[in-house]
Nanobody, 127 residues
Framework: VQLQASGGGLVQAGGSLRLSCTRSGRSTSRSVMGWFRRAPGKEREFVAS????????DYAESVKGRFTISRDNAKSTVHLQMNSLKPEDTAVYYC?????????????????????WGQGTLVTVSS
């Protein structure tokens, strides 16, 4: 599975960005999708996850109420809508996939639960 992330950029605090991640390669069905981020000098951390059925989502506490993860299975794409951005959201954002998941409601929140990773897209939020 190849993952291509896009949509990063420079935005002022309070602004919005929409990240996208497109999957390709071997079968992408039944894939839980997630977003992680690595801020300068910090470990990579979980941001959001969505089940392959699309009906279950999970968020880090720091982004709840501001970020929304969604997916379009017909286009093999997952999005991360980021609103009310803060300088502390500045990071490289990575999309990740875990294929072959049985339950349509499963989400994953840790890195080792994902097998495929995209290259990352930089989000910079200025104060």
């Amino acid at each position: 599975v190849q993952l291509q992330a896009s949509g990063g950029g420079l935005v002022q605090a309070g602004g919005s960005l929409r990240l996208s991640c497109t999957r390709s390669g071997r079968s992408t069905s039944r894939s839980v999708m997630g977003w992680f981020r690595r801020a300068p000098g910090k470990e990579r951390e979980f941001v959001a996850s969505i089940s392959w059925g699309g009906g279950t989502t999970d968020y880090a506490e720091s982004v709840k109420g501001r970020f929304t993860i969604s997916r379009d299975n017909a286009k093999s794409t997952v999005h991360l809508q980021m609103n009310s951005l803060k300088p502390e959201d500045t990071a490289v954002y990575y999309c990740a996939a875990r294929s072959g998941v049985y339950l349509s409601t499963t989400t994953y929140t840790t890195e080792n639960q994902y097998g495929d990773w995209g290259q990352g897209t930089l989000v910079t939020v200025s104060s």
